[in-house]
C-alpha cells in the first residue's frame, strides 16, 4: 500500500519536475529496494507497512542528527537542506499512511552515536577518525 503510493508520488515528482522532492523520494524507494534485498537474503518477503514506516523514521532521525551537526558547524544553508527533507519524509508518511495521521516515533529510537548493537559505547562524535587527524596535523604543525 504505502509502496505504491510512494512510487505514484515519484511519478507526480518527476512530472512536475520538483527536483528536491524527487530526490527525496528517490532516496526512499532506495532504501526501501535495499532492506527488501536484505530481507530476501534472510529469506523473508519485501518489508511490511509498520516496517516501512520504521525505516522513515530512521530516515528522518538520520536526516535531524545532521542538521544539528550543519547548524552548529556554521552550514545553515545545508542544515535548511536536511530539514526540508525531513518535512518531505514526513509528508510521504503521513499523507500515505492508512491512517491518515500517522507519525512515525522518531523521539523512541536510540540514537547510533550513543550505543552499538554489540553493546560497546560509540564515540559521541561523529567522525572520531577524522579528529584524531586533525590532532596528528596540528601537533606535526607545530613541531616545525
Not at 520538483?18 to 527488501?36: C, E, N, V, W, Y
Not at 509498520?50 to 523514521?57: H, Q, R, S, T
Amino acid at each position: 500500500m504505502i509502496r505504491t503510493t510512494l512510487t505514484e508520488a515519484l511519478t507526480a515528482a518527476v512530472k512536475a519536475q520538483d527536483k528536491r522532492r524527487m530526490s527525496t523520494l528517490r532516496l526512499i524507494t532506495a532504501a526501501l529496494k535495499d532492506r527488501d534485498i536484505d530481507a530476501r537474503g534472510n529469506g523473508k518477503g519485501p518489508l511490511s507497512d509498520d516496517e516501512i514506516f520504521g525505516l522513515l523514521a530512521k530516515m528522518i532521525k538520520q536526516r535531524q542528527e545532521s542538521a544539528t551537526i550543519y547548524a552548529d558547524n556554521g552550514r545553515p544553508e545545508l542544515a535548511a537542506q536536511e530539514r526540508e527533507e525531513i518535512e518531505l519524509v514526513l509528508e510521504s508518511c503521513i499523507s500515505r499512511s492508512p491512517r491518515n495521521a500517522r507519525r512515525p516515533d522518531v523521539s523512541s529510537r536510540r540514537s547510533p552515536r550513543t550505543s552499538s548493537p554489540s553493546g560497546c559505547s560509540a564515540s559521541s562524535e561523529p567522525y572520531p577518525e577524522r579528529r584524531s587527524r586533525a590532532r596528528m596535523r596540528a601537533r606535526s604543525s607545530s613541531r616545525s
